[in-house]
């Protein structure tokens, strides 16, 4: 398959004075054409620093540090802040938790769309308006004319990250990167707006990262998954083979205590513990502190190592041991 997005050992860092904290060390990630790529893992693990260092989004005192992200022949990082700009909505998009990081609440849904169509394309308001109405079409939305006239704050929250999302689309980027967009709405909604990018992504050839804490939520659409923690990809592979047999044992701690695998009333096993801050990482193995498989061998960083093709787990006692 042909890879769109490929990041390779991406580093990030935030300043204080003279004082460096590492947030992102070495990620590694690719997504293919039409492909989607579930980025999972607790809250404050660097889902989102991931989803801003490689869309050009990060605000000081963030700064990418190192790697590079490689967008079908371009590199990303080395890019000028408008030479950025001009890529962001047009080849490479994201959608956030928050709609409003996308929409403008003083303006209505038609101007804004029309105007962000032709930021990056000549074309004329009455076609672009055409295009904005099918695009709003698209996403589910019923009366899309009714829609295009309102202002945001008219909107429900399903609705307005509708709109988010269609703006987004707009001009058919190669890569999307969806930050956690349903988690603030309803389980019915969820699903309905998760099926309605998965299928234009997958109708279009757009690649799709989709950035979650629910594991649950992302299992069934996912063609693979990337764990993470502490700022690092500790397990990634294709959805089947890491749900069946995961190798670290942090995407074990993470499948278990999803609800849907447990009979009603079953108290869920949680990962004993919380993820360290940033600033008290340990030597070796973030999760060591709270991994019941940890050992002496842990206090030196585990390397990434390919278990099995397309399969990369850093932990020197995978779950997989011994297995073939
Ligand atoms: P996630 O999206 O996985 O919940 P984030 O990517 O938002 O996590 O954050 C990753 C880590 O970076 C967290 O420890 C968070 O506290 C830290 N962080 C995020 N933004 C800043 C900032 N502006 N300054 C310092 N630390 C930050
Ligand atoms: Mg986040």
Redesign the pocket.
């Known amino acids: 398959m042909e890879t769109v997005l490929d990041v390779r050992g991406l580093s990030t860092s935030?300043f204080f004075g003279s004082e460096e904290?590492r947030?992102l060390r070495e990620i590694d990630l690719a997504v293919a054409r039409g492909e989607i790529l579930a980025l999972v893992?607790?809250?404050?693990?660097?889902?989102?620093?991931?989803g801003f260092s490689i869309t050009g989004l990060l605000?000081p005192?963030?700064r990418v540090v190192g790697g590079r992200v490689d967008l079908t022949g371009t590199n990303l990082t080395a890019l000028s802040p408008e030479g950025l700009r001009a890529m962001r909505g047009k080849r490479i998009a994201m959608i956030f938790q928050d709609p409003m990081m996308t929409l403008n609440p003083v303006l209505r849904v038609e101007t804004q769309m029309i105007d962000a169509l032709r930021a990056h394309e000549n074309i004329g308001r009455r076609a672009a308006r055409a295009r904005c109405l099918s695009a709003l079409q698209e996403v589910g939305i019923a009366a899309p004319e009714a829609r295009l006239r309102a202002y945001p704050h008219q909107l429900s929250g399903g609705m307005r990250q509708r709109v988010a999302i269609a703006t987004a689309l707009l001009h058919d980027p190669e890569v999307i990167i969806a930050?956690e967009p349903t988690t603030a709405l309803d389980v019915t909604i969820q699903g309905q707006i998760l099926s309605v990018v998965q299928k234009l992504c997958t109708d279009r050839g757009t690649a799709l990262i989709w950035?979650t804490?629910d594991l649950a939520v992302i299992a069934g659409i996912a063609d693979r998954i990337a764990v993470?923690y502490a700022?690092r990809i500790v397990e990634s592979g294709p959805v089947d083979d890491l749900i069946d047999a995961p190798a670290h044992p942090y995407t074990r701690g993470l499948i278990d205590s999803v609800p849907a695998s447990h009979p009603k009333g079953v108290r869920l096993p949680q990962i004993p513990g919380r993820m360290p801050?940033?600033t008290e990482l340990p030597e070796g193995c973030a999760f060591a502190p709270r991994c019941a498989r940890a050992t002496a061998a842990c206090a030196t960083p585990p390397p990434a190592t390919e278990i099995a093709p397309g399969r990369m787990v850093r932990c020197v006692h995978p779950l997989t041991e011994g297995m073939s």
């Open positions: 935030f904290v947030a893992g607790e809250s404050g693990s660097g889902k989102s620093i991931t605000s005192p963030g930050d950035i804490h993470m700022g801050a940033l």
